[in-house]
């Protein structure tokens, strides 16, 4: 269990990083992992976006950066799920 967190919580760190210095040659995956997930919300009803300025992009809203952090916490998680388990090899079950 230990291992997914620390999996999770690298994961995590490194799309922040991302986030916060983004190389050029990464800018167009960095905005699709923002708005991808916001195109989907968008479209089940969710308001999540902010006003838009003519002829730009509409900014996130603040539930939008919401939705945005927990669709890659979960995804993360399941990535660091599944690695956990390849890593930790088969278990026997006591019958």
Do not use: H, K
């Not at 995804?75 to 690695?83: D, E, F, I, K, Q």
């Amino acid at each position: 269990m230990r291992l997914r967190w620390v999996l999770c919580g690298v994961l995590l760190a490194m799309q922040a990083l991302t986030l916060v210095a983004r190389p050029d040659a990464l800018a167009p995956a960095v905005a699709g992992s923002i708005y991808l997930p916001l195109m989907v919300a968008n479209a089940v009803g969710l308001p999540v976006y902010g006003r838009a300025e003519s002829g730009g992009w509409a900014a996130p809203s603040v539930l939008g950066w919401c939705v945005v952090a927990v669709f890659w916490a979960l995804v993360w998680w399941g990535v660091a799920m599944l690695v956990a388990r390849l890593l930790s090899g088969p278990r026997l079950r006591a019958s």
